[in-house]
T-cell receptor, first 112, second 113 residues
Framework: NAGVTQTPKFRVLKTGQSMTLLCAQD?????MYWYRQDPGMGLRLIHY???????AKGEVPDGYNVSRLKKQNFLLGLESAAPSQTSVYFC???????????FGDGTRLSIL | KQEVTQIPAALSVPEGENLVLNCSFT??????LQWFRQDPGKGLTSLLL?????REQTSGRLNASLDKSSGRSTLYIAASQPGDSATYLC????????????FGTGTRLKVLA
């Protein structure tokens, strides 16, 4: 049972480049989340989804887009990467708001 | 706006000690609260989830309590072990039904052998 899988694990981008982070879960969870973790700031919610085909903005959505075309996948896109988006990105999923969230191991993204 | 604070930011204790980690939040209208563990370079692992109607949850050597009226939660770790060394984060879900979590910045715990 893989749980929540994030790809890639590491990536270095140049300013202005675009990329997509993939999150896949095999637990049939409805809810999925993208967070970023920065030193001294804790985890901040970027976007989330409460079911296939739905997305909603979190606390820090600017500069990011998301899609949930399939229930098991939640994609996070950076259209034009900026150095301020250097961070560790975590994906999480849960079957419902009363249940624990399951996290992936993160994607470490550096933007030069 | 809900804010979550964890003090201290770092803590070192000798093996075998019982310890308490603190979490405070500014808005008592919460749906639930979770405690997580994060090991270096890894994702978060949920330890305990307390619903707003509950006062505490227990799992093995861990006990989490919730006092909504005072905006506080504590994570009690009994008989600490070096393997407990990690960062512990708490997160609250606002009662607005948006299913979002607000995280604290965590307490980095080191248990010395």
């Amino acid at each position: 049972n893989a749980g929540v899988t994030q790809t890639p694990k590491f990536r270095v981008l140049k300013t202005g480049q675009s990329m997509t982070l993939l999150c896949a879960q095999d637990m049939n969870h409805e809810y999925m989340y993208w967070y970023r973790q920065d030193p001294g700031m804790g985890l901040r919610l970027i976007h989330y989804s409460v079911g296939e085909g739905t997305t909603a903005k979190g606390e820090v959505p600017d500069g990011y887009n998301v899609s949930r075309l399939k229930k098991q996948n939640f994609l996070l896109g950076l259209e034009s990467a900026a150095p301020s988006q250097t961070s560790v990105y975590f994906c999480a999923s849960t079957i419902g708001p009363e249940r624990p969230q399951h996290f992936g191991d993160g994607t470490r993204l550096s933007i030069l | 706006k809900q804010e979550v604070t964890q003090i201290p930011a770092a803590l070192s204790v000798p093996e075998g000690e019982n310890l308490v980690l603190n979490c405070s939040f500014t808005d008592s209208a919460i749906y639930n609260l979770q405690w997580f563990r994060q090991d270096p370079g890894k994702g978060l692992t949920s330890l305990l989830l307390i619903q707003s109607s509950q006062r505490e949850q227990t799992s093995g050597r861990l006990n989490a309590s919730l006092d909504k009226s005072s905006g506080r939660s504590t994570l009690y770790i009994a008989a600490s072990q070096p393997g407990d060394s990690a960062t512990y984060l708490c997160a609250v879900s606002p009662a607005s039904g948006t299913y979002k979590y607000i995280f604290g910045t965590g307490t980095r715990l080191k248990v010395l052998a």
